[in-house]
């Protein structure tokens, strides 16, 4: 059995974070696509935790982070 990778990273979301979906994030100056968003474990206004089909993220958000937030609305759905 393979264990999903985990990284971290320091960026932004381009994009609202939702389950489904893929996430969109800047990182290094360059947008990052991920695999398909499975779930979403935590988010504050520092860092967003999530997981995808290939990998556990932790990203670690700047000062820019403040347009676009993660949809409660859509993370209760996935509940």
Same mark, same amino acid.
């Given at each position: 059995m393979n264990q999903?990778?985990?990284?971290t990273l320091y960026g932004s979301l381009m994009s609202p974070l939702a389950v489904g979906h893929c996430? #969109?994030? =800047?990182?290094?100056?360059? #947008?990052? =696509?991920?695999?398909?968003?499975v779930a979403i474990h935590s988010w504050n206004a520092d860092m967003i935790c999530f997981e995808t089909l290939n990998t556990n993220y932790?990203?670690?958000?700047?000062p820019a982070q403040q347009t676009v937030a993660v949809n409660p609305l859509l993370t209760s759905?996935?509940?």
């Open positions: 999903k990778k985990s990284t996430a #969109l994030i =800047r990182y290094q100056g360059q #947008l990052m =696509r991920t695999s398909q968003v932790t990203l670690l958000l700047g759905m996935a509940a």
